[in-house]
């Protein structure tokens, strides 16, 4: 059985497994969550007989479905033993085109139930940009504070929380990109989608600048953002070097300090950028987590408007303290 839907059917739709047809390369640039990537052409393949679809249509389809019947003996023994004859799945290529429609019909020939996603991932990339272009529909209450009181820890624990910093891979400061290498920013945007579209009427998130290391936000998530039931997080002074120390210690290279100090270095002092350098060189790392505070303490700047005030210092009592006092303000219950 063969069909095609439109996103907004496709999306609803319960599949037992989904295939991005497309090549390994733009599966990695940004792909549906959960999706297995079972290409039509290759990288090598797709540039090729992309070129020659511009000089010679009919050529370039004759070997375009020589290439994918090929590619096509090597996935059907894979797909039929991890997923039995019959079962439902969905499939797309980049615009709804020859790719998914070739690997469709195999499959739906073996006995598979398959849907195709009419448009491909472009339809889908032009439902996001409608999706993140609405207003939000949802009741936000935002953590803000100054570095290291533990918001994105409480952020954890807390029901129907959108981490974006966990989405970006950043921690969203000049210190904040040791967590690897971020997604791209379509990549960003299909985790935060999925995301968003799990939580109903209200959601946690961490007060963010609109951009975090090289992800922007959607314009209007960040100014629901700013209109958000305020949440200020404050600890004392030991949790939040400890909470640094703890996260940072292991994580944080030489190489990549020195890196980072540099990006700060036009807004401090060379005796301030020389005394952090020597601080982590002769591994005075109290030190250097205060003097960084301080510097981050001077640039931040509370909201205007702050609802509640929170310690954290112990956050698993943080939390029960929030969650009361929103179930007694808003009747929500958690």
Same mark, same amino acid.
């Given at each position: ?155 954890? @624990? ?164 929030? @969650? ?11």
């Amino acid at each position: 059985m063969l069909s095609e839907l439109e996103f907004e059917n496709f999306n609803q739709e319960n599949f037992d497994f989904l295939i991005d047809a497309r090549s390994p390369k733009e599966f990695a640039h940004s792909h549906f969550q959960g999706a297995l990537n079972f290409y039509a052409l290759n990288d090598d393949e797709h540039q090729k007989i992309g070129t020659l679809y511009k000089q010679n249509q009919a050529l370039a389809k004759a070997e375009g479905a020589s290439c994918i019947c090929a590619n096509m003996s090597c996935h059907i023994p894979i797909i039929a033993q991890k997923f039995r004859i019959g079962s439902k799945v969905g499939i797309y290529c980049a615009r709804g085109g020859l790719r998914s429609k070739a690997i469709a019909v195999i499959l739906s020939e073996l006995g598979y139930r398959v849907v195709r996603l009419k448009g491909g991932f472009k339809a889908y990339r032009a439902f996001l940009l409608k999706y993140f272009d609405k207003s939000l529909n949802l009741k936000l209450f935002a953590l803000c504070g100054n570095t290291g009181c533990g918001k994105s820890e409480l952020l954890e @624990l807390l029901p129907q929380a959108i981490n974006l910093e966990k989405m970006a891979n950043h921690l969203g400061s000049s210190f904040g990109d040791i967590l690897g290498d971020q997604p791209t920013q379509k990549a960003f945007e299909s985790l935060l989608f999925y995301a968003m579209k799990e939580i109903k009427n209200f959601a946690f998130i961490e007060s963010e600048s609109r951009k975090i290391g090289d992800i922007i936000l959607p314009l209007k998530l960040y100014e629901s953002m700013q209109n958000a039931f305020k949440i200020y997080c404050f600890c004392s002074l030991e949790n939040r070097i400890r909470r640094i120390q703890k996260f940072y210690k292991d994580r944080m290279t030489p190489l990549k300090f020195k890196e980072c100090v540099k990006r700060i270095s036009p807004y401090v002092s060379m005796n301030f950028r020389q005394d952090l350098l020597q601080s982590y060189e002769s591994q005075k790392l109290e030190k250097v987590i205060s003097m960084l505070l301080e510097y981050y303490d001077k640039s931040y700047k509370q909201p205007e408007r702050i609802d509640f005030r929170l310690n954290t210092d112990d956050i698993l009592k943080a939390k029960e303290e929030l @969650l009361n006092f929103l179930k007694t303000k808003y009747k929500i219950n958690f």
